[in-house]
Nanobody, 120 residues
């Protein structure tokens, strides 16, 4: 089964940018979504990219976050700009079919997560 490994997290000041990567062990035919979670809060869907390349992002990050993919290297990206302290979370990529995965969060495959911390 496909393995997903996130990287690219770190600490930035508000207004800064980060690019998260999700390295897949194989080409992902199924949609790949990004989620985030902070302690004590429910996991939140951030967005999804389909094999066609089309994407959806949630309203709270629209205009700031962009999802893309490199189909040759099997890498999915989450480009995050104009970061806010509220974006602080553990970010996960996950893959699965249908709304149960995105936005439902019941995905078949998950990465281990990468921490993003935004300071004011």
């Amino acid at each position: 089964w496909p393995q997903l490994v996130e990287s690219g997290g770190g600490s930035v000041q508000a207004g800064g940018s980060l690019r998260l990567s999700c390295q897949a062990s194989e080409y992902m035919h199924m949609p790949v979504a990004w989620f985030r979670q902070t302690p004590g809060k429910e996991r939140e869907a951030v967005g999804v990219i389909y094999s066609s390349g089309s994407t959806i992002v949630v309203d709270s990050v629209k205009g700031r976050f962009t999802i893309s993919r490199d189909n040759i290297k099997n890498i999915l990206f989450l480009e995050m700009n104009s970061l806010k302290p509220d974006d602080t979370a553990m970010y996960y990529c996950a893959a699965g079919w249908g709304p149960d995965c995105y936005p439902g969060g019941q995905c078949m495959y998950w990465g281990q997560g990468t921490q993003v911390t935004v300071s004011s």
